[in-house]
């Protein structure tokens, strides 16, 4: 009797030691991802503050400049600006939008404006020897979509239902929401798209790719030519990297879009 007694309590406290070898474990591993936790908040939070600080610092610098022509690089991207914040390495870099087809340009577009966007989707799928929409086609619905007393049938009669944008673009990759696109076509046509304010769309002739040069050679330039930059910042921490994209209205000095993502195509 005694004996079984014995080992009652032994299997007991057993148990018991098992329970607190778990429970200490638990409390161990919670209170790492606990430490982990806060440590990718810390570092997001600290890579936030720095990509912001060096957004100001490009926006100090592009105020002092008068145009493309002033940048110390003479191509529409430019070369990998690194440099290093209380031991967090960043790289910046900025493209120059005049190399790229503003989408808003297409609001209310007259027919030499949609004839030129058209011309330029038909030579990226030609080039590219992708399958895009024609390039007509394509127009006329992106003048749609962004029409607010537009109500196509098309969008809400789609699986799943959506609606057309009804106002402008404010990420070139809203173009994937337009009838007719596909991830193939947008892929291709990406590196010469941009979305910003207003329904200008200057196109630079000396620095943008030759596909852009040649579509749009001859187009006439308006006089007040609007001048948007897209800076991209990337903060290392180890392994990790975070990402902030920002356009800016580079004359005025002005944020007008930030994600706190890596940039388009």
Do not use: H
């Amino acid at each position: 009797m005694r004996q079984t007694q014995r080992g009652v309590a032994l299997v007991t406290a057993l148990l018991v030691v098992a329970l607190a070898v778990v429970a200490a474990t638990a409390m161990a591993l919670r209170g790492q991802a606990d430490i982990r936790r806060t440590s990718a908040v810390f570092e997001r939070d600290l890579a936030r503050q720095i990509a912001l600080g060096a957004e100001k610092m490009v926006l100090q610098y592009l105020e002092r400049v008068d145009g493309p022509d002033d940048l110390l690089w003479d191509t529409c991207r430019s070369p990998v600006l690194p440099f290093q914040v209380d031991q967090v390495r960043l790289q910046a870099t900025l493209d120059n939008m005049q190399c790229r087809y503003n989408l808003n340009a297409l609001a209310g577009a007259d027919e030499a404006e949609l004839g030129y966007f058209a011309r330029l989707v038909d030579r990226v799928g030609q080039d590219a020897g992708v399958s895009t929409p024609p390039g007509a086609q394509l127009a006329m619905a992106v003048n749609d979509w962004m029409n607010a007393e537009t109500d196509d049938p098309i969008y809400r009669l789609a699986d799943p239902p959506r609606a057309s944008g009804n106002r402008a673009f404010l990420l070139a990759s809203e173009l994937n929401s337009v009838t007719g696109m596909t991830a193939e076509a947008w892929q291709a046509m990406a590196p010469y798209l941009a979305a910003y304010p207003g329904t200008a769309s200057p196109i630079d002739l000396v620095r943008s790719p030759e596909l852009l040069q040649e579509v749009f050679s001859g187009r006439p330039v308006p006089d007040q030519a609007p001048w948007y930059v897209r800076l991209e910042v990337v903060a290392e921490f180890g392994q990790r990297r975070f990402y902030q994209c920002s356009l800016l209205d580079a004359p005025n000095g002005r944020v007008v879009l930030r994600e706190q993502t890596a940039c388009e195509p």
